[in-house]
T-cell receptor, first 114, second 112 residues
Framework: DVKVTQSSRYLVKRTGEKVFLECVQD?????MFWYRQDPGLGLRLIYF???????EKGDIPEGYSVSREKKERFSLILESASTNQTSMYLC?????????????FGQGTRLTVV | GQQLNQSPQSMFIQEGEDVSMNCTSS?????WLWYKQDPGEGPVLLIA?????ELTSNGRLTAQFGITRKDSFLNISASIPSDVGIYFC????????????FGTGTRLTIIP
């Protein structure tokens, strides 16, 4: 089974802190994604990566950056956390290329910025 | 970004009832996926559909890829308490390395 693991289930950070959310997948997937989920807004794509050291902006990249130094790991960085970034963050991976499009999700990180 | 139209937004049903939900788009999709998200967890893939007209089951769940390729349906028969959660559809328009488009979700609640 594909396993996508997010480093924390719950995080509480202060406004202005730099926050790192880590995600690791164990299925040699090419693609990795970061979404945020807020009530009534569904899943919104923040950033995605099709390969190591590659990244592309999603629908709501402002206030975020990402890093993919190794194929299995995709990090989401909040440069200076703000209260409006309080949300559920979901990492996902998929095969990529001409492979199957199904995305597999981690368990989520619920971030609270105070 | 675009989101798929998913309905209903929420459902309140009694245990044992059947459930139907659907997902529609103005664009043609080549792949339809259905996910379930338990409270506080990440979405889990339930069913994947790859051909127009395809009907696929996973236990009490049955999903269909609409003939027009612009919609998909999910049915749950004889609902049980563990069916509670949010159900998402997702689609991919083109084969290859294109990211998924997600629906807004259907929240299922079972009334005791």
């Amino acid at each position: 089974d594909v396993k996508v693991t997010q480093s924390s289930r719950y995080l509480v950070k202060r406004t202005g802190e730099k926050v790192f959310l880590e995600c690791v997948q164990d299925m040699d997937h090419e693609n990795m994604f970061w979404y945020r989920q807020d009530p009534g807004l569904g899943l919104r794509l923040i950033y995605f990566s099709y390969d190591v050291k590659m990244k592309e902006k999603g629908d709501i990249p402002e206030g975020y950056s990402v890093s993919r130094e190794k194929k299995e790991r995709f990090s989401l960085i909040l440069e200076s956390a703000s209260t409006n970034q309080t949300s559920m963050y979901l990492c996902a991976s998929s095969e990529g290329g001409t492979g199957r499009p199904e995305a597999f999700f981690g368990q989520g990180t619920r971030l609270t910025v105070v | 970004g675009q989101q798929l139209n998913q309905s209903p937004q929420s459902m309140f049903i009694q245990e044992g009832e059947d459930v139907s939900m659907n997902c529609t788009s103005s664009s043609i999709f080549n792949t339809w996926l259905w996910y379930k998200q338990d409270p506080g967890e990440g979405p889990v893939l339930l069913i994947a559909l790859y051909k127009a007209g395809e009907l696929t089951s996973n236990g009490r769940l049955t999903a269909q890829f609409g003939i027009t390729r612009k919609d998909s349906f999910l049915n749950i028969s004889a609902s049980i308490p563990s069916d509670v959660g949010i159900y998402f559809c997702a689609g991919q328009r083109n084969f290859g390395n294109e990211k998924l488009t997600f629906g807004t979700g259907t929240r299922l609640t079972i009334i005791p």
